[in-house]
């Protein structure tokens, strides 16, 4: 029988922190702010975008503890079991000095206002512990996340440049100290399940993942959070009641990864920064489309599981999984079923996921040799916005030309993910040229009636996915240049 405590456990800098009496929708800004005074972390959005609140969060994998940058304004104590946080009070340098990277802020003018800085300090800390002598790009994509509204982003890059120089990680303070708290996060680790709380203030957090599927059949009515970068809005944008929850982001087997000669499993828990590497590896043309995923605290939080089972219309990864035709492992209780992605998006709000059942994988089929393929996303901003539309095409041209096979998905498109079959039906088994993309480009009316929002018009909607076609085609015929982002 599994073992049932009563205590969120979890190291708060220095301090051994044990809760029995926590809310589902207490956030970790909102405690460190209001019950511990820590009130370095800002709150300036709410939402996980500006990185003002941004902290550290040290988790255990393996036999290493691994140090990830989040927004603790979306953050929930509930998800905290079994970690170390880490907020910019705990910073310091040698013989009470100020740390390399708030001494290189200061002396390279990063900080104006200052409401931002200890953001980008925690930032730059998370980076600086990684790769202590980073590339100007290397520092833009970790800052992706953070918005300085003081326009103060060059000073910052040169700080971000300069941090080595006042110390490297190898003599940080906290290195010992991390160190040592490995064995006491390891303790927190005991095999248990954790319960507190009854009703609608219910908190679960499963000991394995057999456990949560079994807690989950049995509660089909809870609240599955795993990166909370989505569920974290619902409380702090719209004030909706989320209890009761299941914390399921520390499950070990969530985190599995599985690649073979013809396939890759992810399954639910893997964050976006987590799946970077394996992706990149077998899908080269999805690595700008990942890193235009948010920002590094919300790729660091947010799950491949999450964004499929919540079923946007504009997530990010459903679209390209929907081309490469991928498939979906949904479990309830000890029963697997498997069904293709795209059959799992009914309507708006709408999945094919019965009560008590969940996304426990997704597999995704390797790209077989000589299939064309790029994954294409519009947004307002290009860093750290959601999609106005997400498009990925997928071809096969044969030896003459004709083209044997065509997936095309798109989101923000319609009330779903969806596959573009009269765009895919305009191409198979005409010639690969121009005249057969300008007339196919007509199709997309057929499969798509966009909506207009506050993203975007639908008539913009619709004449962007016929001009990724256009696009699609003349980089593939090599007539066209793909402009890339190169980040070190």
């Given at each position: 029988m599994t073992a049932v405590s009563s205590a969120i456990r979890f190291v708060l800098n220095g301090e051994d922190i044990s809760l029995t009496d926590i809310k589902p929708d207490t956030t970790l800004l909102d405690w460190l702010r209001l019950e511990r005074r820590l009130r370095g972390s800002k709150e300036g959005c709410a939402e996980g975008d500006c990185g003002a609140c941004t902290?550290?969060?040290?988790?255990?994998?393996?036999?290493?503890?691994?140090?990830?940058?989040?927004?603790?304004?979306?953050?929930?104590?509930?998800?905290?079991?079994?970690?170390?946080?880490?907020?910019?009070?705990?910073?310091?340098?040698?013989?009470?000095?100020l740390h390399p990277v708030q001494q290189a802020m200061v002396d390279h003018h990063g900080s104006q206002c200052g409401?931002?800085?200890?953001?980008?300090?925690?930032?730059?800390?998370?980076l600086w512990m990684r790769n202590p002598d980073p590339s100007q790009g290397a520092i833009e994509k970790a800052l992706q996340g953070n918005l300085c509204r003081c326009t103060g982003y060059a000073p910052i890059i040169r700080a971000g440049k300069a941090m080595s120089s006042y110390g490297l990680p190898q003599g940080d303070p906290l290195l010992a100290e991390r160190i040592a708290l490995k064995s006491r996060i390891k303790a927190i680790h005991d095999g248990g399940r954790v319960e507190i709380g009854e009703g609608a203030e219910r908190i679960i957090v499963p000991a394995s993942l057999d456990d949560f599927a079994a807690i989950y059949e049995a509660n089909p009515e809870a609240t599955i959070v795993a990166g909370s970068t989505d569920v974290g809005l619902w409380v702090t944008k719209f004030m909706r009641a989320i209890g009761p929850v299941i914390f399921i982001g520390h499950l070990q087997e969530l985190k599995a990864i599985a690649d073979?000669?013809?396939?890759?499993?992810?399954?639910?828990?893997?964050?976006?920064?987590?799946?970077?590497?394996?992706?990149v590896e077998n899908f080269p043309d999805m690595a700008e489309l990942w890193d235009r995923i948010a920002g590094e605290q919300i790729r660091n939080m947010g799950t491949i599981g999450g964004n499929i089972a919540n079923g946007s219309p504009i997530g990010d990864t459903p679209p390209p999984f929907i081309a490469l035709g991928a498939k979906l492992t949904l479990r309830r209780g000890t029963h697997r079923r498997e069904i293709k992605l795209e059959d799992y998006f009914i309507a708006y709000g709408k999945q094919d996921r019965q009560p008590g059942e969940f996304v426990e994988s997704v597999t995704i089929p390797l790209l077989p040799a000589g299939e064309k393929f790029a994954?294409?996303?519009?947004?307002?901003?290009?860093?750290?916005?959601?999609?106005?539309?997400?498009?990925?095409?997928?071809?096969?041209?044969?030896?003459?030309?004709?083209?044997?096979?065509?997936?095309?998905?798109?989101?923000?498109?319609?009330?779903?993910?969806?596959?573009?079959?009269?765009?895919?039906?305009a191409l198979v088994g005409k010639q690969w040229t121009q005249d057969t993309i300008e007339t196919a480009v007509a199709a997309f009316a057929e499969d798509y009636q966009p909506i207009s929002d506050m993203r975007a018009s639908a008539d913009y909607r619709l004449l962007s996915a016929q001009n990724l076609l256009r696009r699609f085609f003349l980089e593939t015929t090599g007539n066209g240049q793909r402009l890339r982002r190169e980040v070190a």
């Open positions: 902290v550290l969060v040290g988790r255990l994998m393996g036999d290493e503890v691994i140090y990830d940058t989040v927004t603790a304004c979306i953050r929930f104590m509930g998800s905290l079991h079994g970690t170390h946080v880490v907020t910019i009070e705990h910073l310091r340098g040698e013989n009470g000095n409401f931002c800085t200890p953001g980008f300090v925690m930032s730059l800390y998370g073979n000669a013809s396939e890759v499993r992810f399954y639910a828990g893997v964050s976006y920064s987590e799946a970077m590497p394996v992706l994954a294409y996303k519009i947004s307002k901003r290009r860093e750290e916005d959601i999609s106005a539309l997400c498009g990925a095409f997928r071809v096969f041209v044969s030896d003459g030309g004709t083209v044997g096979m065509a997936r095309i998905a798109f989101g923000g498109m319609a009330a779903t993910p969806k596959r573009a079959k009269a765009v895919e039906a």
